[in-house]
């Protein structure tokens, strides 16, 4: 196996030179910088993360939780987008964008499996928030579920069997029922199911 050298090519013969990206000539002036800060908005910091740390679940469901919340699931959204994949549709409803939110909380299969858990009434108004507060809320409440065990166990949990569900049913067409997450997350939680 042999390396070629190959020089870059330039494609513009001239020498870089350093602008002023704010005025017309590109030469800097106290009233370019003055009518910058004019239309200046000061942005919040950034948004602390110490929350998924505090994420009541075992290391890879925590690890799950924040890559949701920064919206780096391997959906079809983010598939396409990176041009891995041909489109973005759900591959069960076949007609809406697989988003994060889609997959976790808006598909038909992941709101059997919310109905199938039983959503504290304190946090059903907590399933129109943009995805990223809707788990960050679920994550960090005090509630406790129906079965005992806090909401904010409850919650990370089904997410993740939500995603292994889809997982699932993207790489074997054929799943059965019998064996699948909604079962495991029902039994777990909500005993006599």
């Known amino acids: 196996m042999h390396i070629l050298l190959v ?3 330039r494609f513009d013969p001239q020498p870089d030179v350093v602008a002023w990206g704010n005025s017309s000539n590109g030469e800097f002036s106290s009233k370019s910088a003055w009518l910058l800060t004019k239309n200046f908005t000061c942005t919040p ?8 740390r505090n994420v009541r679940a075992n ?3 925590r690890n799950f939780i924040w890559l949701a919340a920064l919206n780096r699931l391997k959906t079809k959204a983010l598939l396409f987008l990176r041009k891995i994949t041909q489109n973005d549709l759900c591959d069960i409803c076949k007609t809406v964008c697989e988003t994060m939110g889609h997959v976790l909380r808006d598909c038909c299969v992941a709101k059997a499996i919310w109905a199938d858990v039983t959503i504290p009434s304190g946090f059903v108004v907590s399933f129109s928030l943009s995805p990223s507060s809707w788990l ?19 919650f990370p949990f ?5 995603w292994l569900l889809r997982n699932k049913s993207l790489f074997n067409p054929d799943l059965s029922r019998a064996g699948d997450p909604i079962t495991s997350t029902t039994k777990a939680f909500c005993p006599g199911s």
Request: charged fraction near 15%; include cysteine.
């Open 7 to 9: 020089q870059p090519q």
């Open 45 to 52: 910091p950034f948004e602390s993360w110490n929350w998924v």
């Open 59 to 61: 290391p890879r469901i």
């Open 136 to 154: 960050k809320s679920n994550c960090e409440s005090k509630l406790i579920h129906c079965s005992g065990i806090p909401w904010s166990v409850v």
């Open 158 to 162: 089904t997410c993740w069997n939500i």
